[in-house]
């Protein structure tokens, strides 16, 4: 469903990412692990058209999307999570979730989903009036993730959705991600909780300044020494 071949992005001379290439197949969940500063949120920006590559082609379902821009990628079916949920703060629940449906026009469409999403997370349901500056970071992390699903995409990119959650709040939002996937939705994952990703994703991929060093199903990731070592604390 989505193939990166030789990806460079530059920052001036900068080099962040430095002629990666890796796929995402339909159906999966793909975690993308690495440290603080590996390139992580780059490569999804990039992926998602906020950011244009130096070199190299971003390919969805076969159509190259690295020149087109980030609006029109959503609505061809890809949608970010972004890190730090980056909600509409002056805007209530119900009016984020309505703006991530902005690219369509089928109004019972839309309203299902809405529904879809108050189902998924009962608690938007009950705070959907509420402005979401006012949320917790659990519930705008689930506002976030609610107002992408309603773009209806093919697949969907998540950007450190455990991010200054707690423990419990973590666990919650991962079995969140398993459902969306195994509602027929793609998942890119980038995480910084390398443990809690490798347990949900298919496969997973290490980026170490802008550089893919491993690749694997999430088993073998996790059982690997270097992984075990570099992130799970082993």
């Known amino acids: 469903m989505l193939k990166i071949e030789n990806l460079v992005v530059r920052y001036g001379m900068i080099e962040a990412i430095k002629g990666i290439s890796f796929h995402i197949n339909d159906g999966e969940i ?13 490569t999804m920006h990039t992926i998602s058209g906020l950011l244009k590559p130096f070199d190299g082609r971003v390919m969805l379902d076969d159509v190259e999307i690295s020149k087109i821009p980030a609006y029109k990628i959503v609505s061809m079916g890809l949608a970010q999570v972004p890190e730090r ?3 509409f ?5 119900e009016e984020n979730l309505s703006l991530g449906a902005y690219t369509r026009n089928d109004k019972s469409g839309i309203a299902e989903d809405l529904e879809s999403v108050f189902e998924k997370f009962p608690r938007l349901k009950e705070r959907r009036n509420q402005l979401a500056g ?7 992390q689930m506002l976030a993730m609610g107002r992408a699903l309603m773009a209806r995409p093919k697949i969907l990119l998540m950007d450190e959705p455990s991010m200054g959650l707690s423990p419990l709040l973590v666990k919650e939002i991962f079995r969140t991600i398993e459902d969306i996937n195994k509602q027929g939705t793609t998942v890119l994952l980038v ?3 390398a ?3 490798l347990q949900i994703a298919h496969r997973a991929y290490v980026l170490e300044t802008g550089k893919i060093t491993l690749t694997g199903t999430g088993k073998e990731l996790a059982s690997s020494e270097q992984v075990k070592k570099a992130y799970l604390g082993g």
């Open 85 to 87: 949920r980056r909600v």
């Open 134 to 140: 006012t949320l917790s970071g659990g519930e705008q």
């Open 195 to 197: 443990k809690m990703a």
């Open 191 to 193: 995480e910084q909780n």
């Open 89 to 93: 703060s002056e805007q209530t629940v």
């Open 30 to 42: 793909v975690a993308l692990i690495g440290a603080n500063g590996a390139g992580k949120t780059t």
